[in-house]
């Protein structure tokens, strides 16, 4: 059985980084919910729309395809990652960094 790293189960802590104002924040994201996202980021207020399937993070992007906002799910906390110090964040993000590091070597 292999561990697959960008699948959740419950509320994971999810570092995520503001395009908008390019800061980086953490957002205690539920992948146990299926469906519509909705995480603003702490800085600039800049929404981040993820959709979540089968305890991932698809790279869907809802509020483009489809003009329903009935159901959204907003995580129970944000934090600005500046305030952090060394806190635990998903393997997800780890692995995603790595991938990330690996591409601009
Ligand atoms: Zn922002």
Not at 13 to 27: G, I, N, P, Q, Y
Not at 31 to 41: A, R, T
Not at 72 to 79: A, G, L, S
Request: include cysteine; aromatic fraction near 6%; proline fraction near 3%.
């Amino acid at each position: 059985m292999s561990h697959d790293p960008l699948k959740h189960d419950g509320e994971v802590k999810t570092e995520m980084d503001c395009t908008h104002c390019s800061k980086l924040f953490v957002a205690l994201v539920d992948y146990s919910l299926n469906g519509n996202h909705s995480i603003e980021c702490p800085f600039c207020g800049h929404e981040h729309q993820r959709v979540v399937r089968g305890g991932r993070i698809t790279g869907e992007r809802w509020g483009s395809t489809s003009g329903d906002k009935r159901d959204i799910h907003k995580p129970r906390n944000v934090w600005k990652a500046d305030s952090l110090v060394r806190m635990e964040t998903s393997s997800a993000s780890e692995f995603m960094r790595q991938r990330w590091i690996d591409k601009l070597r």
